[in-house]
């Protein structure tokens, strides 16, 4: 079945950088709609930064410059780069693709930043 893995993750100072991996497993991410998301305890899930199938990138206000979404299409890889940490980027973080208007989930890597 179709899975989406992910790695990476972690506690980190503030100022700190951490790189998010997801790993695709037979759902091909070059032709998928990809995006990451998080969610912080007690608030909604959100869209932190997309990318479309032609490799356009967007991002949440709060995290451009900061974050940076990239794909490896040899690896199957779906990757996030976090740099700048702050606390209020503590979450959990999840990947997301979507292929034949189906979507897909990450399980979920959790994202802590202390201050």
């Known amino acids: 079945q179709v899975q989406l893995v992910q790695s990476g993750g972690g506690l980190v100072q503030a100022g700190g950088s951490l790189r998010l991996s997801c790993a695709g497993s037979r759902i091909p991410l070059s032709i998928s709609a990809l995006n990451w998301y998080r969610q912080a305890p007690g608030k909604s899930r959100e869209a932190v930064a997309g990318?479309?199938?032609?490799?356009?990138?967007n991002y949440e206000d709060s995290v451009k410059g900061r974050f940076a979404i990239s794909r490896d299409n040899a690896k199957n890889t779906l990757y996030l780069q976090m740099d700048t940490l702050k606390p209020e980027d503590t979450a959990v973080y999840y990947c997301?693709?979507?292929?034949?208007?189906?979507?897909?989930w990450g399980q979920g890597t959790s994202v802590t930043v202390s201050s």
């Open positions: 997301n693709a979507q292929y034949r208007q189906v979507n897909y």
């Open positions: 990318m479309t199938i032609g490799g356009a990138t």
